[in-house]
């Protein structure tokens, strides 16, 4: 993430977070950020300098004026007039953590061989939740390399219980015996 969108998404944030709207933003801006992120063609019309700002930010007036926030669009339209629209993920990614931060909420990954089954993930969840005391907003993924276990990635700490890390520590336990 830029310090472009850094500076961009937390103050974002900060105006949401006076007036009460962060949640109803996060939504909306996340919402934004995927379909804009989905159409390329129409992210790459939006950032060329050739078109005159004002042409552009009307293509942002017609597309989102009534769907979402005032602030939202206005949000677009500084991104758009400044060139920097193209940081619309970092902005909503830097929006996001100082809204997490606020609320007490950490991000967590957790990598499996298989999919969890719904109590595991469940039991995952609460289990986080009772040692950090905070909200978790967890995701699964699966990846077949892990091979058995799982790994956490909470807020950039891994701890991984992966039997391909417990194989590799052997590997390396083995390797430092010398005879």
Do not use: W
């Not at 992210?43 to 042409?55: A, F, Q, R, V």
């Not at 996001?96 to 606020?102: F, T």
Request: aromatic content about 4%.
């Amino acid at each position: 993430m830029t310090e472009t969108a850094r500076m961009y998404g937390g103050s974002l944030y900060d105006l949401a977070a006076e007036e009460g709207l962060d949640e109803r933003i996060l939504g909306e801006l996340d919402g934004v950020t995927a379909l804009l992120n989905g159409d390329a063609e129409y992210l790459h019309l939006l950032s060329i300098p050739s078109i005159p700002k004002k042409e552009r930010c009307a293509l942002l007036d017609e597309a989102f004026r009534g769907q979402v926030h005032l602030y939202v669009l206005n949000f677009l339209k500084i991104l758009c007039e400044k060139g920097t629209l193209r940081e619309l993920s970092g902005c909503a990614r830097a929006y996001r953590i100082r809204y997490n931060q606020a609320h007490g909420i950490l991000e967590a990954t957790a990598i499996s061989a298989i999919p969890l089954t719904e109590p595991q993930r469940a039991a995952l969840h609460a289990k986080l939740e009772s040692l950090t005391g905070k909200t978790i907003d967890l995701k699964t993924k699966v990846d077949a390399k892990v091979l058995g276990g799982i790994r956490l990635d909470i807020e950039g700490t891994e701890l991984d219980g992966t039997v391909q890390n417990r194989l590799a520590s052997l590997r390396r336990d083995i390797a430092a015996v010398t005879l």
